[in-house]
């Protein structure tokens, strides 16, 4: 499977936990997104990468988010302290980002988070 | 703010019905409107749309963008349940390809 691949499915954590999602985008993609979607919501932007370069962090997260892509390749979400709140679906994207306008995203299988 | 509104949130129909969903969009420096599918787990992707009327078409879906009116629609005929899904609309920025989703129209086709 040489698609977006994200680990892992499935995380149940106590509140106050630090956890951490990995995502592989497709071996070629040079854009690589991380979105939050809640239940009846669609993807809500938290940050993305070009290369290794994280280019926008959003606003609506907190200090205790934050995300690397050392290498350019994977990249790895952290959220410190968890809270009930951040229980939700993350979901990495990626693309390959030219001068021509084709920029379509694809998504990961994404990582449920539940916070208990 | 750039924002991307979908109608209708919800829909239900019956097996064979024709719908339309709905896309309107705030982006600065629009470059693209995107269309996905998401059932369980992870969108995927439909259409993208960068020309004015332009008919993209995929079987029995198609979708058209109005750049004048910063509109997109996406049609399905002669729906089945397999359809049943949530569709997402997105824009996508010409500065740097942000991506910005709206909530999706969760459609429900009834045999």
């Known amino acids: 499977d040489t698609g977006v691949s994200q680990d892992p499915r499935h995380k149940i954590t106590k509140r106050g936990q630090n956890v951490t999602f990995r995502c592989d985008p497709i071996?070629?993609?040079?854009?690589l997104y991380w979105y939050r979607q809640t239940l009846g919501q669609g993807p809500e932007f938290l940050t993305y990468f070009q290369n290794e370069a994280q280019l926008e962090k959003s606003r609506l997260l907190s200090d205790r988010f934050s995300a690397e892509r050392p290498k350019g390749s994977f990249s790895t979400l952290e959220i410190q302290r968890t809270e009930q709140g951040d229980s939700a679906m993350y979901l990495c994207?990626?693309?390959?980002?030219?001068?021509?306008?084709?920029?379509?995203?694809?998504f990961g299988q994404g990582t449920r988070l539940t916070v208990v | 703010e750039d924002k991307v509104v979908q109608s209708p949130l919800s829909l239900v129909v019956h097996e064979g019905d024709t719908v339309t969903l709905n896309c309107s969009y705030e982006v600065t420096n629009f470059r693209s409107l995107l269309w996905y599918k998401q059932e369980k787990k992870a969108p995927t992707f439909l259409f993208m749309l960068t020309s004015s009327g332009i008919e993209k078409k995929s079987g029995r879906l198609s979708s058209i963008l109005d750049k004048k009116e910063l509109f997109s629609i996406l049609n399905i005929t002669a729906t089945q349940t397999g359809d049943s899904a949530v569709y997402l609309c997105?824009?996508?920025?010409?500065?740097?390809?942000?991506?910005?989703f709206g909530k999706g129209t969760r459609l429900h086709i009834l045999p």
């Open positions: 997105a824009g996508t920025l010409n500065r740097d390809d942000k991506i910005i």
């Open positions: 071996s070629e993609h040079n854009r």
């Open positions: 994207a990626s693309s390959l980002i030219t001068n021509r306008p084709n920029t379509e995203a694809f």
